[in-house]
């Protein structure tokens, strides 16, 4: 991993989860911690990029040298990352943003009444495809698909849909991904695909980093 592979270069990662609220006081969410994003802040930032991470509600430090911007909810985590994504090179989309939240949030604390109880949920604004849809000052864009099954296939798709340069397959499930120290990820573009075997997530975050560098360059 040599260093100051990313100099002069200004990356934009999401990370952690996001927090959809359906009364003052409960919310939807995920297991997502924010280590993997992180870490992979970090490790751009040891590659000599000036790094911006856009963090859902998480319990990590910060990493040196990264400028660091706190949201809740995907509607909040979406305002931050457009505002900020053309001023920007690469985008390292990492955050588990919820798909839905609730459509209409009570003011008021919900109350226990009957014995079921529906919840109306609407979609939340795909944060990754509008910035790879971007017609001026688009970054370098790379995505993560989180998936229990079908992964490279599934990967696969979301990179073409969401017009992305790179991809990160990531096979979650017990004890993998979501909350583990440990991760793998296999990565694709367009020609090609390359495999970062198991590994501490900061580790696997100085090959990614080493990765999109190389991939950055050749684009
Ligand atoms: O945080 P950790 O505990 O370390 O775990 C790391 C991780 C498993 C969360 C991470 O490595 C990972 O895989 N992140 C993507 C999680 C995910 O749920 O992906 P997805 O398949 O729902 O979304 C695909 C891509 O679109 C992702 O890059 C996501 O950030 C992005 N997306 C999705 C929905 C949305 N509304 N906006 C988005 O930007």
Known sequence: FADGVLAGRRVLISAGPTR???DPVRFITNRSTGKQGFAIAAAAAAAGAEVTLVAGPVTLPTPAGVARIDVESAAEMHAAVLA????????????????????????????KSAETLTLDLVRNPDILADVAALTSGRPFCVGFAAETHDVLAYAEDKRRR???????????????????DDNALHVLWEGGSRELPLADKRELARALVALIAERYAAA
């Not at 053309?86 to 943003?97: G, L, S």
């Not at 017009?163 to 583990?180: M, P, Q, S, T, Y």
């Open 20 to 22: 959809e609220p359906l």
């Open 84 to 111: 900020r994504a053309p001023a920007h090179d690469i985008f390292v989309a990492t955050a588990a943003v919820a798909d839905y939240r609730a459509a209409a949030p009570a003011e008021r604390k919900m109350k």
């Open 162 to 180: 969401k017009r992305l340069d790179l991809i990160c397959a990531n096979h979650v499930g017990a004890g993998k991904g979501f909350e583990a």
